[in-house]
């Protein structure tokens, strides 16, 4: 015996073929999101808890504070999740689109943010400023307020 599932449950295919190409520029930005979101995770924990970095985000800052690897885990994978989860729901609409555009275009600027990050720390550690950087990445997480 099966049950129905709710009416708002249903999944909706789309119906003209713009919709369905809609569907598959949404789902494959969405991909982009994760993988990118994933990159941000590594590299975020690999910096925040080795040399020390600035992070602006302040839940992230507050759990970096805290020495929470798992809780800022759970966040950022949470915040991936539930961003893929509500442009899964609407992605046959033009808006979802939009959005994941724009989203995209928000990854990739962080990732291009990181890849210069990584060029400056490497610079400055090829300068023997090892010991320097390291305390000045501390200090910097360390002077961030507390909400």
């Known amino acids: 015996m099966s049950v129905p599932l709710a009416s708002s449950s249903v ?10 190409a809609r569907s598959r520029r949404v789902m ?5 999101l ?13 910096h925040a808890f080795s040399i020390g970095m600035n992070e602006v985000n302040p839940v992230g ?3 970096i504070r805290n020495n929470s690897v798992l809780g800022l885990t759970l966040f950022k994978l949470g915040s991936i999740g ?3 989860g ?3 729901k ?13 989203l995209a275009a928000v990854m990739v600027t962080l990732t291009f943010h990181w890849y210069q990050y990584n060029l400056d720390l490497a610079h400055e550690l090829a300068s023997n400023n090892y010991a320097q950087v390291s305390q000045v ?11």
Request: neutral net charge.
């Open 11 to 20: 999944l909706i295919l789309p119906h003209t073929p713009a919709e369905r």
């Open 28 to 32: 494959l930005l969405m991909a982009v």
């Open 34 to 46: 994760v993988v990118l979101g994933i990159g941000d995770l590594a590299l975020t924990i690999t």
């Open 61 to 63: 800052s507050y759990l």
């Open 82 to 84: 539930i961003t893929v």
């Open 86 to 88: 509500l442009l899964l």
């Open 90 to 102: 609407v992605r046959h609409q033009r808006f979802a689109e939009a959005a994941s555009w724009m």
């Open 137 to 147: 990445m501390r200090v910097v997480v360390a002077d961030v307020p507390t909400p």
